[in-house]
């Protein structure tokens, strides 16, 4: 009698267990469907600014669109304060990471106020610093809502492999921490300063900077890696712009995967005993190929200053800052 | 008191049934996940969710079941083509991007051939509505569009009507095929126009989001005349509408009673966009749909009904919604009514002459 009661409530169990599994799954489908709004609608406070002219005659002025149409940032492209109006209440955090390594420490200091001043400005930051001598780094007072973080790394002797290691420090860094702190990642190079306002026109899934020295140039003069042999390589026929190495990001997930795919690539190098010309930065030229940015920085944001600034670069925002390399990397 | 004697006799076999009741149920949970369907719909509503909780900007311009414009940067093989000039504009003589970011497609600023490599694995809806006289339009519409709209990828025409039977059968190029919905009809035309948003929003949340990656909708009274394609797909797009691209925003004929939800002041608009064609991906076009549809109730329990029905709707919600993409009005285009100008180099959706009053009837 026992084992017989035992059967009927196992089987009521079971039969309960399917109904209510059944109807879990339908009643999911009928609640309404609740997102978070993408797009969170533009107070009318900023509504007030001129319309825009679509028939416009532009006279030298550099390209606004990529031929996969991704918008080519520079100034008079963008309203600043539509844009701001737009990101602001997303509440984003973005993350800056830079590189000092050896005597490059000497530029953090330089680096991090010219950030206070022009990067981001009014949103979360946070400042991603690299070093084998945690010590060195200086201490620059932050504005509210921005902080450093100072990672320790092993220092190499040779300064190419430093460089090439930037692409593995950082995809590491962001699986192990930066995925769950910023929304949005950049990575720079520490020899250089903010001029100018760096802002939320910026943002985008994956963001490449044209680099200042090849923006005017045919692609057969493009520093590409040419030897055959190098997962860099790239055709004569091949390439869009040449992309400095010194400025790229985006969100922090694709940013995730372009880095471990340079790494992964350079690894592949490594093992057959050749280093590309330009090191990590023609692997990022590489990949950005196949993997094209969805914006582009105009040579505004990634600037040489001893180069003649040309009338169609209006506001320069990022350029170096004049160095001897040889004492430098000694 | 047999109930009692049942319990108190047999506490433990109980108390072991409903364990193992617990546990049953948490076998059906997994066993529920590995039926490839339940999967399939949670799959499509995470990436839907990541790309609604992660997705800020455009993006623009992307995880197999994702679109390329809310997850992964889509990979493209290696091509040849000519090289963009930094400092050679493609176009001078119109603007090419809003202060937003969001391209203006026209022709000539964009590679197809880079663009269909990104947009490889996309399947693209497009909704059209074809109520009681409007069924004829259908045919030209459809014939056009399988030349023109969208080649060489898959598309989902959804054709929503409430005359099944007098769709007609069009050959369909391989990959495509065509979808009737039945839906009701209304006496007056204005409302069967503003109803549409209702219907996009209802079979969005039904149908098209496990179905298709973008969706457009477009107008059955048009046929395509030159190539429309992936260059117009992003996360929410509008059209130019061909009447006042080049008017001062004052003369743009938004809602201007301040009673009606769509209304618009007159200092306010970037665009006017036409309702003839515009989409997104399907998460997009239901949150607009959705938002026009409850205006279009608030405004019928205040007793008003927008100038432009559905059109006014939409320019309220492009305003406060700024799209990723805008298309020229190359894409949307009356030739009776409007002389061609020279920046007008292609015309690819156009209206197809018709008598309004003989059409509009019963």
Redesign the interface.
């Known amino acids: 009698m026992?084992r017989h009661?035992?059967a009927i409530?196992?089987g009521v169990?079971?039969l309960?267990?399917?109904v209510?599994?059944t109807l879990w799954?339908y009643v999911e489908d009928w609640l309404p469907?609740s997102?978070?709004?993408?797009?969170l609608?533009?107070p009318?406070i900023l509504?007030?600014?001129p319309?825009?002219?679509?028939?416009?005659?532009?006279p030298?002025?550099?390209?606004?669109?990529?031929?996969?149409?991704?918008?080519?940032?520079s100034e008079g492209?963008?309203?600043a304060e539509?844009?701001q109006h737009?990101?602001q209440p997303?509440n984003?955090t973005i993350g800056l990471t830079v590189f000092a390594v050896g005597k490059y420490t000497h530029f953090v200091q330089h680096f991090l106020e010219s950030a206070e001043r022009f990067f981001m400005h009014g949103y979360r930051v946070c400042y991603y610093v690299f070093t084998d001598d945690p010590t060195a780094i200086p201490q620059v007072p932050l504005g509210p809502g921005r902080r450093l973080g100072i990672i320790p790394i092993q220092r190499h002797s040779r300064w190419e492999e430093i460089s090439t290691r930037r692409m593995e420090i950082i995809s590491q860094h962001i699986a192990k921490r930066a995925h769950q702190e910023v929304?949005y990642l950049f990575c720079v190079d520490v020899d250089m300063v903010f001029r100018n306002p760096w802002g939320p026109?910026t943002?985008?899934?994956?963001v490449a900077a044209?680099h200042p020295g090849y923006?005017?140039v045919?692609?057969q003069q493009f520093p590409y890696e040419r030897r055959h042999v190098s997962t860099a390589f790239v055709?004569d026929?091949?390439?869009?712009?040449y992309y400095g190495g010194a400025v790229f990001g985006g969100?922090v997930?694709?940013v995730y995967?372009?880095t471990r795919g340079c790494h992964m690539a350079i690894l592949a190098d490594k093992a057959n005993g050749i280093m590309a010309a330009w090191q990590e930065e023609s692997h990022l030229n590489r990949r950005f190929i196949?993997?094209?940015?969805?914006?582009v920085l105009?040579p505004e944001y990634l600037w040489d200053d001893r180069k003649r600034q040309p009338p169609?670069l209006k506001l320069i925002r990022f350029s170096t800052l004049d160095k001897d390399t040889s004492w430098l990397r000694s | 008191m047999e109930l009692r004697d049942f319990w108190g006799k047999?506490s433990k076999?109980?108390l072991?049934?409903i364990l193992?009741?617990v546990a049953?149920?948490g076998f059906?949970?997994n066993v529920?996940n590995w039926i490839p369907r339940?999967r399939q719909r949670e799959v499509s509503q995470s990436c839907?969710a990541h790309?609604?909780?992660?997705?800020?900007?455009?993006?623009?311009?992307?995880e197999g079941d994702c679109c390329p414009d809310t997850c992964?940067?889509?990979?493209?093989?290696?091509?040849?083509?000519p090289?963009?000039?930094?400092?050679?504009?493609?176009r001078?003589?119109?603007?090419?991007?809003?202060?937003?970011?969001a391209?203006?497609?026209w022709d000539g600023?964009?590679?197809s051939a880079?663009?269909n490599a990104?947009f490889k694995n996309t399947t693209i809806g497009v909704v059209v509505f074809a109520i009681k006289k409007y069924v004829v339009f259908l045919k030209l519409f459809l014939e056009t569009a399988e030349k023109y709209f969208m080649v060489g990828h898959r598309v989902i025409y959804y054709i929503l009507t409430d005359r099944p039977a007098d769709v007609p059968q069009i050959p369909l190029q391989e990959g495509r095929r065509v979808v009737i919905l039945q839906v009701r009809n209304y006496t007056r035309w204005q409302d069967v126009v503003l109803h549409r948003m209702e219907m996009i929003s209802n079979f969005s949340?039904q149908r098209f989001l496990h179905e298709v990656d973008y969706l457009v909708s477009a107008d059955i009274d048009m046929k395509f005349s030159d190539h429309v394609g992936v260059?117009i797909l992003s996360?929410?797009f509008g059209t130019?509408h061909p009447g006042f691209?080049?008017s001062?925003?004052r003369r743009f004929t938004y809602e201007r009673r301040p009673l009606s939800q769509a209304y618009i002041p007159e200092?306010?608009?970037?665009?006017y966009y036409a309702a003839a064609l515009y989409g997104g991906s399907v998460?997009?076009v239901?949150?607009l749909a959705t938002a026009c549809h409850q205006a279009t109730l608030i405004d019928k329990a205040n007793g008003i009904e927008a100038v432009w029905h559905e059109e006014s709707h939409l320019n309220k919600y492009l305003?406060?919604?700024?799209p990723t993409?805008v298309l020229s009005p190359e894409y949307v285009w009356d030739e009776r009514m409007l002389r061609k100008p020279p920046?007008l180099r292609r015309l690819r959706y156009v209206a197809v002459p018709k008598n309004h009053a003989q059409i509009r009837s019963r």
């Open positions: 026992r009661r035992l409530g196992l169990c079971l309960v267990g399917t209510l599994c799954v469907v997102y978070v709004p993408y797009y609608p533009c009318e509504s007030r600014y319309q825009p002219k679509l028939l416009e005659q532009r030298t002025e550099l390209l606004t669109l990529t031929p996969w149409l991704a918008p080519i940032v492209t963008f309203n539509l844009l737009i990101y997303l984003l929304d026109e943002l985008g899934d994956l044209i923006y005017a045919p692609r055709a026929g091949e390439g869009d712009f969100r997930a694709n995967e372009f196949s993997h094209k940015p969805s914006k105009s169609s | 047999s076999s109980w072991f049934l193992l009741f049953s149920f059906y949970s529920f339940w839907e790309h609604l909780q992660g997705q800020r900007e455009s993006p623009p311009l992307s992964r940067v889509p990979r493209v093989p290696r091509m040849l083509y090289k963009a000039h930094v400092l050679q504009p493609t001078v003589d119109v603007l090419l991007m809003t202060p937003w970011f391209p203006i497609i600023t964009y590679d880079i663009l990104q949340q260059e996360s929410l130019l691209y080049a001062d925003r200092d306010e608009g970037d665009f998460a997009e239901y949150r305003l406060y919604h700024k993409k920046y």
